[in-house]
């Protein structure tokens, strides 16, 4: 019995050993398996960095250009310049750099030991920094540096050849279906019609921007005579800003009623609300910049170094006119009183840009007569279900991706480039590398930067600092009610309908996406980015072309009272 019981005992330990030496072995195993897969992707990520690395250095060896700028070393693509000062107005964020916090270092900082009281009382003030401003540097557009590499140049020449098979589509179309070639030149004829009167307009207005300048150096000179005075020196300086801000209300209001009083088409009402928006943001740039310049006693120039004024003349330091002027034509909307400079220009360059220009406008007459005008010329004649309407929206998400897209590249590539070229304007960052984003607050900082500089300097900054005391989240969303607004501005008066669809998009989804993308993956957030601008411009594109279709084709809506002008045209027609 004993010898069984051992026998068994011995058995029972050797399944067990077994089983433990099973298990030791698939644990081995797994860990060797996991282990060599672990190993070849790190292989091949260093092999890929390294295919990368040569690759930037080779093919894209403009994106590897530093320009050094005193002691330090700044990207090409980099944007903006961070200022520490010992009495600025907001608080330093802790996610900033350690070696730009402790950049300067002042003499309360160096003597503690000398005023422990007030200096434990001026530190948090000491720590405190500014907004980075924004800097000017010599550097070509993302694209154009892009488009020297030759795997580049390739899918450039292809959208080239997709552009004439698009004109070979509208002229055998017009040729075999409507017995004659167009070219969309009735399209042209349609939207550029009384752009005289535009012109006219847009001469005037830069006759009142010219007489701004003149208004500003007065109000400076007056100001610097009564500096005895300080009551009516105060009083002549809250006088002109009441002046100021009534002349830049009456200007918007005059461009935006001129569209409605003139009936003008849309191509050419967006020329005007476009400029007429431009030329305010510049006069609210030269005024902010210069201002605070005039207040402060002292000249602050580009380089940032304060210089006292000649003690002697007493005359306040306003910029020659001559740098207005170009500010006023220079493709940026921050005014400094110099910008970096290109030594020659470049004739064939600024021709290839201009015929970009020429070639995309082609294109959308294109897109508005053979997708826009067939989907919805006849809305609001025609009867409408849910299943024609589906249609119609999904039959403009590819033609409204390339507006999208061409749209960014004629203005904010060709036109830009095109106005820095003739100017000798040396910095042609107006854009980042935007189709990267993979969240929309990387999206809406690199797709316009020209834009997004001035609501950062001019917007952004001011309430940031002296309203909302350094909370972000309100100064943010205050910038984009305003971007909003504007945007909502332009198209609404230049279709001349009242149907805030951009509004909603913009400024309340597009808000929410912010917020909710941020811990986005890239992958998966850059692929849900051009899912939901292909889906949101088709369906903007698609919402707005109902609704002037359905106010233009609709003979029974009466405008009796001013709830018929609030109510969209689409409701009133089908219902």
Not at 144 to 167: D, G, K, N, P, S
Request: glycine share 4%; net charge positive; aromatic share 16%.
């Amino acid at each position: 019995m004993a010898k069984e019981e051992s026998s068994a005992r011995r058995e029972s330990c050797t399944e067990q050993l077994q089983f433990v030496r099973d298990k030791l072995q698939i644990f081995q195993s797994k860990m060797l398996a996991e282990f060599d897969q672990r190993i070849s992707c790190m292989i091949e990520d260093v092999l890929q960095d390294m295919r990368q690395q040569e690759l930037r250095a080779h093919e894209f060896r403009h994106f590897d250009k530093h320009k050094e700028r005193g002691n330090n070393a700044t990207s090409t693509w980099h944007n903006r310049k961070p200022q520490v000062t010992t009495n600025p107005d907001v608080t330093d964020n802790q996610n900033w750099p350690a070696d730009v916090q402790n950049e300067k270092t002042t003499p309360a900082q160096q003597q503690p030991k000398q005023q422990p009281q007030q200096q434990q009382s001026e530190q948090p003030k000491q720590r405190r920094r500014q907004l980075p401003d924004k800097v000017f540097v010599a550097r070509e557009s993302f694209l154009t540096a892009l488009l020297q590499v030759e795997h580049m140049r390739t899918i450039y020449h292809i959208f080239y050849i997709i552009l004439v098979m698009f004109l070979l589509n509208v002229v055998f179309y017009d040729y075999f279906v409507e017995g004659r070639i167009n070219l969309g030149l009735g399209t042209f004829r349609g939207g550029l019609k009384r752009l005289h009167w535009v012109m006219g307009v847009w001469l005037l207005e830069h006759v009142f921007v010219l007489a701004l300048y003149f208004a500003f150096q007065g109000w400076a000179l007056v100001r610097a005579k009564l500096q005895a005075h300080a009551s009516l020196q105060r009083f002549w300086s809250h006088s002109c800003l009441i002046m100021y801000i009534s002349a830049q209300l009456v200007f918007g209001y005059v461009s935006t009623s001129l569209c409605l009083k003139f009936r003008l088409p849309f191509v050419s009402a967006c020329v005007l609300l476009l400029e007429s928006t431009r030329l305010l943001m510049k006069m609210h740039a030269f005024v902010r910049f210069n201002a605070e310049r005039v207040l402060r006693g002292k000249q602050k120039l580009d380089d940032e170094s304060d210089i006292a004024q000649t003690a002697g003349s007493g005359r306040p330091y306003v910029p020659p006119l001559h740098c207005y002027v170009y500010f006023l034509f220079a493709p940026t909307l921050i005014y400094r009183d110099s910008y970096p400079r290109t030594a020659h220009i470049r004739w064939k360059f600024a021709v290839s840009r201009l015929l970009e220009i020429v070639a995309v406008a082609f294109l959308y007459a294109f897109i508005h007569e053979r997708h826009i005008h067939e989907h919805f010329g006849q809305f609001g004649k025609e009867t409408l279900g849910a299943s024609q309407l589906i249609v119609k929206l999904f039959g403009m998400m590819l033609p409204s991706a390339v507006i999208f897209l061409c749209g960014f590249y004629m203005i904010l590539h060709s036109w830009l480039n095109f106005t820095s070229e003739l100017l000798r304007f040396g910095d042609r960052m107006f854009y980042k590398d935007w189709w990267t984003s993979h969240t929309y607050d990387g999206y809406y900082r690199n797709w316009n930067v020209v834009v997004h500089d001035w609501l950062y300097e001019y917007v952004y900054r001011d309430v940031y600092t002296h309203i909302f005391k350094g909370s972000k989240v309100a100064a943010s969303l205050l910038v984009f009610m305003i971007s909003a607004l504007v945007h909502e501005q332009v198209l609404g008066f230049a279709l001349q309908v009242f149907f805030p669809v951009m509004f909603v998009f913009f400024g309340v989804v597009g808000v929410a996406l912010v917020f909710l993308m941020r811990s986005a993956p890239k992958t998966l957030g850059n692929i849900f980015l051009w899912f939901s601008l292909i889906l949101g411009n088709g369906m903007l594109i698609s919402l707005y072309a109902m609704e002037y279709y359905a106010k233009k084709n609709c003979d029974h809506l009466r405008y009796e009272s001013w709830s018929d002008h609030l109510t969209p045209a689409i409701w009133r027609c089908y219902h």
